[in-house]
């Protein structure tokens, strides 16, 4: 690491190379810096911390000195946090990992281990998987966090709220509830779960658990992947010399693999964290324009033909992922982006993606409502009905922020807030399906 000074002067040397800044101008930055290091240097920051925050603080007036950041940020990130103690830090966090996720695999196997009825096994495993793996990742975060006993209880009760409505109520085998209960109770959860990985700070930090939940998925599809490939070679290597394991791989090696599975991902996105590199600029700058372009492309399409949203299950439930995956994406673009740069032509296109989207989901709306209306309520259609709403609020008010961000009468800030302050509505919402759907349907 360079010392404070040796820092300042590499600064001060990227100013001077740009003709348009004044000797002068570079002493009244210097100044401003210097006395911004000082202040966090009394505030218990060493002079690489202090140093690098100092920069990042004065490129929000200065835009050399963001520039600076800009350009320079990897590097100054990773000299600060790449130490033989952060090292250290995450070798040890992989070995206590490492055994939550023996547990998690172990837990799961235990229902095949009492029961011989196969098709008894999957309907419990449908609703109970959250049940399972998730309390593991909260004893993980739990420890890694350091959070007080007292402070796991309400996260406890919920669990246990969560393993009575999904096994107290007499659900039709694989039903419309049931599979309702399971899809919603994991979404409950998790974001349950999301107050013990911000350590108690929910209310100041849940973009960050966003972030991390973005990751996480990323990291869990490339371990599924690579897993799905490993375990097929197996099967047909065995295969090749007459032993067929295709059962073990399935009823065992792969419930077991998936459990673990979702430790290892959560202990990657934070070991990624340490040395602070960060998908979601990359991630959101792919993703965004092409789904801006398919849902843009849709709603001609539906303008040109003239037909609707078909009202058919499946197409339902695809508009509705799709739906979701582009809040996901919204989400994640807002986390990867500076709050004070001014719009940019990625935020253009990320107001078409969410116009184009609240088009589709009121088209969808109005398929669902018809549908309804001919053929009276059910599980789906209900549930399909009342996320719409909810997502409908959420990205009508997200694209009324977006404007007044472009007509420069709001900032940029007010987005994210609206973000992180609506997802207890999500998480509201799947707690009412789990409770209160199998009663008003019977269970069926």
Do not use: C
């Not at 070995?95 to 196997?109: D, F, I, Q, R, Y």
């Not at 406890?156 to 009575?164: E, K, N, S």
Request: avoid cysteine.
């Amino acid at each position: 690491m360079m010392d404070l000074d040796t820092q300042i002067g590499e600064w001060r040397a990227y100013l001077a190379s740009r003709p348009e800044v004044a000797a002068a101008d570079a002493d009244e930055l210097e100044s401003h810096l210097r006395d911004q290091v000082d202040t966090l240097r009394s505030a218990g920051l060493n002079d690489d911390e202090a140093f690098l925050v100092a920069v990042k603080r004065l490129g929000s007036i200065d835009a050399l000195t963001r520039e600076f950041a800009r350009e320079h940020s990897e590097r100054m990130w990773k000299q600060l946090v790449a130490t033989p103690e952060v090292d250290a830090s995450i070798r040890g966090d992989f070995w206590v990992m490492l055994g939550w996720a023996v547990a998690a695999a172990a837990v799961v196997l235990v229902p095949r281990l009492v029961s011989g009825d196969a098709d008894a096994v999957w309907s419990f495993y449908l609703r109970n998987t959250g049940l399972l793996v998730l309390p593991m990742l909260v004893g993980y975060f739990a420890w890694k966090r350091r959070v007080p006993p007292r402070r796991l209880i309400p996260i406890a009760l919920v669990f246990i709220a969560g393993a009575v409505f999904a096994n107290a109520y007499p659900f039709a085998r694989f039903g419309s509830t049931e599979v309702l209960t399971a899809i919603h109770l994991v979404v409950v959860l998790w974001l349950v779960f999301g107050s013990v990985y911000l350590g108690g700070r929910w209310r100041t930090n849940r973009m960050d658990f966003v972030r991390f939940t973005g990751e996480w998925f990323i990291y869990y599809v490339l371990i599924a992947l690579g897993g799905g490939v490993l375990l097929g070679l197996t099967v047909g290597v065995f295969s090749a010399i007459g032993l067929n394991i295709g059962a073990l791989v399935f009823n065992w090696l792969l419930p077991a693999g998936a459990a673990g599975a979702v430790l290892v991902a959560a202990w990657l996105v934070e070991a990624k964290q340490a040395v602070v590199e960060n998908m979601a600029p990359v991630l959101t700058n792919v993703f965004t324009p092409l789904f801006a372009v398919m849902f843009v492309a849709s709603v001609g399409a539906i303008v040109f033909t003239g037909h609707g949203v078909d009202v058919e299950r499946d197409v339902l439930i695809l508009f509705d992922v799709l739906l979701v995956v582009v809040l996901g994406l919204l989400l994640y673009s807002i986390s990867a982006r500076d709050p004070l740069s001014e719009p940019e032509l990625p935020d253009i296109i990320q107001l078409t993606l969410v116009v184009s989207a609240l088009v589709i989901d009121v088209l969808a709306l109005v398929a669902i409502v018809g549908r309804i209306a001919e053929m009276g309520f059910t599980p789906n259609r209900t549930a399909a009905l009342g996320l719409n709403v909810v997502l409908l609020a959420n990205l009508s008010w997200s694209a009324w922020l977006s404007i007044g961000f472009f007509r420069g009468r709001r900032p940029y800030a007010d987005l994210e807030q609206w973000h992180t302050s609506y997802l207890p509505v999500y998480l509201l919402w799947g707690a009412l399906v789990v409770i209160v759907f199998p009663l008003v349907f019977g269970f069926a």
